[in-house]
């Protein structure tokens, strides 16, 4: 390809992204408008969670608004434009990041990338029109582990750290420091979250910020039980109770605990094998294999949530000779199911019973298998690869 014919292609790219910009994010972008206004309320001193919000209530640590007061610093057209471009900025940077990480690159690097890019759009797309910050975290968590493969553990613990301050679905990476013996990232990222709790301090004082701190929390005991089960919720939590009557409820919630440890108990396995055969960076493939336990097993789980898997689809994609022929029609079928679930293909019944009992998660079970799949395999011929 010529250098013209590839500056014509980034300049159609940039337009079409200005078009999509223009015509359908800019009308929504709800999410990032909240935290656009805590970043103001907190630079002016005001409280952060207000019931009278409702359904647009902040939910995230005080100290993430004082992140998002740099973008209130700008009118709000402008901060909304800034943070669509970083978004995509970061969306680029994951999904090489995510190739890089591959310690054999069995596929190219376009392939893989574009593969997973199709995928996962309808979860990227919706992550985008909200104006989200998952994308954010998602580069956190793959800095995270470059920083860990390269023994950088006081880096990898900070990068660690400042993800929880925005949500804490990174906890779920703290039982695997410990087993993997990295103490020293557990303790820069507490501390990192022990400096970001205090940092709301310079808006409303230390007295101040222990009362915002004790609200945060209520408003999290307080949001939380009511959208266990509503229609939009896709984490197993919401499958369970979507398809056990409520009667039955404990049942469900026995259910619940049962996967959870199923799964938790195939991880270790997969850790252990990992190690035992010496492979080349296991943790592509458990990092991968965790992110995607953070809106299974989270109460809260929404569809875009599941961007989160997106490691671990580039590992899976990248790795697709080494299921056999009926292994690679399921995972095929699979990634067909999750990314053609929209209302314009299913139709509005289909796509209402797909998105109402929550079957993303099944989805995604499908990809832990496949992951715990490819570990046995790989230990099984004593590959080095991972």
């Known amino acids: 390809m010529s250098k013209k014919t590839k500056y014509i292609l980034i300049l159609f790219l940039c337009l079409l992204l200005i078009i999509i910009y223009i015509f359908w994010v800019k009308k929504d972008m709800s999410d990032f408008g909240v935290c656009y206004q805590a970043g103001k309320r907190i630079m002016m001193g005001e409280t952060l969670y207000r019931a009278a919000d409702g359904h647009l209530q902040y939910k995230y640590s005080p100290c993430s608004a004082v992140f998002f007061s740099l973008f209130s610093l700008l009118p709000q057209e402008a901060a909304k434009l ?104 557990i303790l820069f990222g507490m501390s990192t979250v022990l400096v970001g709790l205090l940092l709301p301090s310079l808006f409303y004082g230390m007295r101040g910020n222990i009362v915002v701190l004790g609200e945060w929390r209520q408003s999290l005991s307080l949001s939380t039980s009511p959208l266990l ?103 095929v079928m699979n990634f067909i199911v999750i990314g053609a679930s929209l209302r314009e293909i299913l139709g509005k019944e289909a796509f209402r019973f797909y998105t109402g009992y929550s079957l993303v998660a099944l989805n995604h079970l499908i990809i832990l298998f496949f992951l715990f799949y490819l570990r046995l395999r790989q230990a099984r011929i004593g590959s080095h690869r991972a």
């Open 229 to 331: 089960s509503v229609y939009d919720n896709a984490s197993l939590h919401a499958f369970f109770l979507n398809i056990i009557p409520s009667e039955n409820r404990d049942l469900a919630w026995v259910f619940i605990l049962g996967l959870a440890v199923l799964t938790g108990a195939a991880f270790l396995w997969l850790m252990g094998k990992g190690k035992k055969a010496g492979l080349q960076k296991p943790e592509v493939l458990e990092f991968s294999y965790l992110c995607i336990l953070i809106p299974l097993l989270s109460p809260l789980g929404w569809y875009y949530n599941y961007l989160y898997s997106l490691l671990a689809v580039v590992v899976l994609l990248n790795d697709f000779e080494s299921f056999p022929s009926l292994g690679k029609f399921f995972l």
């Open 82 to 185: 800034i943070w669509y471009a970083l978004e995509l900025i970061l969306l680029g940077i994951v999904y090489v990041v995510s190739y890089g990480l591959l310690p054999h690159k069995l596929k190219p690097k376009g392939w893989v990338i574009g593969l997973s890019f199709l995928v996962l759009l309808k979860f990227t797309a919706r992550e985008i029109e909200l104006g989200q910050i998952n994308i954010l975290i998602i580069f956190l968590l793959l800095m995270v582990l470059v920083a860990l493969l390269k023994k950088k553990d006081t880096g990898s613990g900070v990068l660690w750290g400042v993800s929880l301050l925005f949500k804490p679905y990174a906890l779920v990476f703290l039982p695997y420091f410990l087993l993997k013996k990295r103490i020293r990232v």
